[in-house]
């Protein structure tokens, strides 16, 4: 098993720009998460799928945040347009959704916002 | 607002010590509580979760849960430099699939 499969693993971007970070669940997990650490915050979750479809998304922290799941084996979270304060590690994580297992993080992306 | 709190630290104890971790949260509700340990610019990885009341051992590590007084602990024997990290409590929401991660603890197990 690859695990939870994230990337880039590292993304510099200039203020404006449109920034995609992408995520490959566990294959047979179906609750996939998307969080945000920064020293000051934490981790905070920003949005999370179940079956593919959108749960709770009261973590985006404004409109230029948007994420989907096409599939079951596929999620993007997209900030358009970006700004230094994005800049945090941006973690995905899934797992089986109706018992009580924990979750699988990706590697997590570094994004950087100059 | 759910909570979960934990002591920030850094939390400093000699290699072959106990160290002990705690957590305390808001939601009363809550069923599934989780320990991850986070290396510096790692990702959190999942060592224990329990979901009764009493103690769960596996291997050096044993969680502790306590719902009247919405505590978890996590205690750690025989400490070695390699658990030096950060130890995030989480605490999965009631009747769902959210879970609420508190800040973390830092741990440095001196040699």
């Known amino acids: 098993d690859a695990g939870v499969i994230q990337s880039p693993r590292h993304e510099v971007t200039e203020m404006g720009q449109e920034v995609t970070l992408r995520c490959k669940p566990i294959s047979g997990h179906n609750s996939l998460f998307w969080y945000r650490q920064t020293m000051m915050r934490g981790l905070e979750l920003l949005i999370y799928?179940?079956?593919?479809?959108?749960?709770?998304d009261s973590g985006m922290p404004e409109d230029r945040f948007s994420a989907k799941m096409p599939n079951a084996s596929f999620s993007t979270l997209k900030i358009q347009p970006s700004e230094p304060r994005d800049s945090a590690v941006y973690f995905c994580a899934s797992t089986r959704a109706g018992a009580d297992y924990g979750y699988t993080f990706g590697s997590g992306t570094r994004l950087t916002v100059v | 607002q759910k909570e979960v709190e934990q002591n920030s630290g850094p939390l400093s104890v000699p290699e072959g010590a106990i160290a002990s971790l705690n957590c305390t949260y808001s939601?009363?509700?809550?069923?599934?509580f989780f320990w991850y340990r986070q290396y510096s610019g790692k990702s959190p990885e999942l060592i224990m979760f329990i979901y009764s009341n009493g103690d769960k051992e596996d291997g050096r590590f044993t969680a502790q849960l306590n719902k009247a007084s919405q505590y978890v602990s996590l205690l750690i024997r025989d400490s070695q430099p390699s658990d030096s990290a950060t130890y995030l409590c989480a605490v999965r929401e009631t009747g769902g699939f959210k879970t609420i991660f508190g800040a973390g603890t830092r741990l440095f197990v001196k040699a």
């Open positions: 799928f179940n079956n593919n479809v959108p749960i709770d």
């Open positions: 939601d009363r509700g809550s069923q599934s």
